[in-house]
């Protein structure tokens, strides 16, 4: 089944689309914004239609190809249902018509023209515009539906009505959904007051608790698989256990110890770790799902010894608007996305160091109190993962030289291979390239180290301070500056840059590295600088304050690892 929403601006056509997701119909993630289009055909409209000039600018076969190789693309990821919304399909409905066949769906979001352009005119994204924008729209769509069918979703009853709504969809669609989704479904349309002959209805509550899902992607791993379970299989009603080419004995003990809350599903490995976990999501959300808490087998997840099944669903369902929790590492060095909605609106991206995308402002929060571990490799197969993350690296940089990520874990990979010259020459490249002001700092942090490595402490200095003016609150950086100096015997500028980097510190300074999610080495943010102070000093001979560097060392080891 594949089908498509249009609508005007302001029709209610996100909504339905929302409506659509939460009923388990692929719209194509990952979202612009919290608008249920997907990133890409949002994209590809605006090019096409020259947005907000609305002119044609692509041929319609070129149009036309493109949707069909979208949808293509959404069932290879094997989506059996798909639909696509954006207001610019108005204008491409023919498009999407001959690119996808006279069986395709369509659904017609219909509110009053005039209240549709007042309230785009209230967003002011195209201010004086926005009449003839909606006009012409209105009349692409009226010239479309005018000989062909349609489900028509009238904008009061959406919003007075969203499970009578949610009914019809799944009727027209023809679609196997549950009670309990439909009315998760239903319950996402905000109610608010309407113009309508219809008696507003009550946003329908839950039909039972949330329901959580840990998904394992395994292969060979029964020398520590069973502590990944047994650290979460307290907290969850299923385990999923995903079978990427098991022939060892990991599928047996994770059975036992899961019981009845084992379920198994196949995936044939493609080396495409972002591909597999997608399929982790949507398997979860077959399984009628709310939530999927993500472990690997070489991770365990830490909960507060006071939480039960009950609190943690609470914990999850605190914040209706998070897509998805993260979790501290138990040394909150950085954290991870590991409990995610479902159905998603978020995708997983990249074939190694794979990220989560998607999702508006607000989507994600921190889980406090939650924190996870991850098992160290031994020599053989951290080798082995770092020649593999080399050559999937190197594909990514050369298809996408701007993308300042791949640059990023490249440089990691080329340090863990102690190939310090091409470590440092990807991540300046990411420092440079990222908009994003903590990879940034970081990846000039990273660099730095590289050139420490190499005994370049003077290149690492500036590295440093390349970082700061990218993000000056890091006391990582200030931290390695301060120690690069007293390496070259620069003890004036070490003990400068130590209590620059005291002062942006978590033991007497302003605490700054406590708002990261990633990227942070915490040492520098509490001993670090004192460790550097307390040598300086006694190469100056100035015994008092080495002394008083020695306690703050001593104090500020014990603040960070809580035992003070």
Known sequence: ?????????RSGSSATAGLLHRLGVDMGIPYFGDYYESEDVSAALREWWQEPLLEESSPAIERQEWLAEWLQRRRQGGSEEVGIKHPLLCLSAVDLEQAWGGETKFIRTCRDKRESIESLERLAWWPNHEERIQNQLWQAAEEFFHQRSCLEIPFEQLISRPAYTTDQLVEYLGIDVST?????????????????????????????????????????????VADAVRSVIDYVDVLLLIDTGITDGTREIVERLAGDKFQLAKFDWTGDFAEARNVALRLAARLDMDWVVTIDTDERLVFPDDLTIDR?????????????????????????????RLP?????????HEALVGGGKGSRARALGV??????????????????????????????????????????????????????????????????????????????????????????????????????GSPELAWLAGWCCFKEADIANAIQWSQIAISLGSYRGNGCVKSRIAFKHLPAAFEGPFDVLRYCYRIQKKEALAAQADRDFEAAGKMRQGTE
């Open 180 to 224: 309990r989704r439909r009315l998760r479904a239903a319950s996402s349309i905000k109610s608010r007051a309407a113009s309508s002959s219809h008696p507003q209805e009550t946003p329908p509550a839950r039909s039972r608790q949330s329901q959580i899902a840990a998904t394992m992607l395994s292969g060979n791993s029964q020398d520590q």
């Open 344 to 352: 998603s609106a978020l995708q997983w991206r990249g074939a190694t």
């Open 371 to 472: 924190f996870f571990s991850e098992l160290p490799k031994d020599e053989d197969r951290m080798q082995a993962k770092l020649e593999r993350d080399l050559e999937v690296l190197t594909k990514e940089v050369q298809s996408k030289p701007n993308n300042a990520r791949w640059h990023y874990y490249l440089g990691q990979t080329f340090e863990g291979l102690k190939r310090h010259r091409e470590a440092i020459d990807a991540y300046l490249k990411a420092g440079q390239l990222s908009d994003w002001q903590e990879e940034s700092a970081w990846s000039f942090f990273c660099a730095a180290r590289s050139m420490s490595e190499l005994k370049e402490y003077r290149n690492a200095v500036g590295a440093c301070a390349a970082g700061l003016a990218r993000q000056p």
């Open 312 to 340: 943690f669903k609470a914990l999850l369902e605190s914040e209706p608007k998070v897509e998805a929790w993260f979790v501290d590492a138990l040394d909150q060095s950085y954290a991870k996305e590991r409990m995610v």
């Open 1 to 9: 089944m594949q089908c498509a929403v249009i609508g005007l601006y």
